[in-house]
C-alpha cells in the first residue's frame, strides 16, 4: 500500500494549522484523503483554511490544556476516532535566541522550549 493510501479516512488535528507549514501540511493531509481538523489561535485564517479543505477549525491555544481538550474532543465527535496529531504551533519571540535564557524557557514549557534550553 502506497504511503498516501494510508491517508485515506484517517482524522488529523494540526495544531498551528491556519497557515504557513501548519496550513501547508492540512492542506496536504486533506488532498491525500485524510480529515484534517486545523487547531489554531488565528480564527479568521483557519475558518477560511478549514472550509477550502472541506475540515473544520477550533480555536486552540495549546499552552491551554482545555484547548487541546476541546480540539480531542471536536475530532471524536466528527469522526469517532483520532488517527493523527501534527503538532506545530508555536510562538514567535522578538528576541534572539541568546536573550532567552532558562527562567524564560521555563516558562514557556507548555509548547517544549524548555527541554531544548536545557540540552543546549
Do not use: P
Given at each position: 500500500?502506497?504511503?498516501?493510501c ?40 483557519g ?20 484547548d ?53
Open positions: 500500500m502506497c504511503c498516501v494510508k491517508l485515506i479516512g484517517k482524522v488529523a488535528i494540526v495544531t498551528g494549522g491556519a497557515r504557513g507549514i501548519g496550513g501547508a501540511t492540512a492542506t496536504l493531509l486533506s488532498e491525500n484523503g485524510a480529515h484534517v481538523i486545523i487547531a489554531d489561535i488565528l480564527d479568521e485564517v475558518v477560511n483554511l478549514a472550509k477550502s479543505i472541506r475540515g473544520l477549525y477550533v480555536h486552540c491555544d495549546v499552552s491551554k490544556e482545555s487541546v481538550e476541546s480540539a480531542v474532543q471536536l475530532a471524536l465527535s466528527w469522526k469517532g476516532k483520532l488517527d493523527i496529531i501534527f503538532s506545530n504551533a508555536g510562538i514567535i519571540g522578538t528576541k534572539t535566541l541568546n536573550f532567552y535564557r532558562l527562567r524564560i524557557a521555563s516558562e514557556k514549557q507548555n509548547l517544549g522550549i524548555y527541554y531544548l534550553f536545557v540540552r543546549i
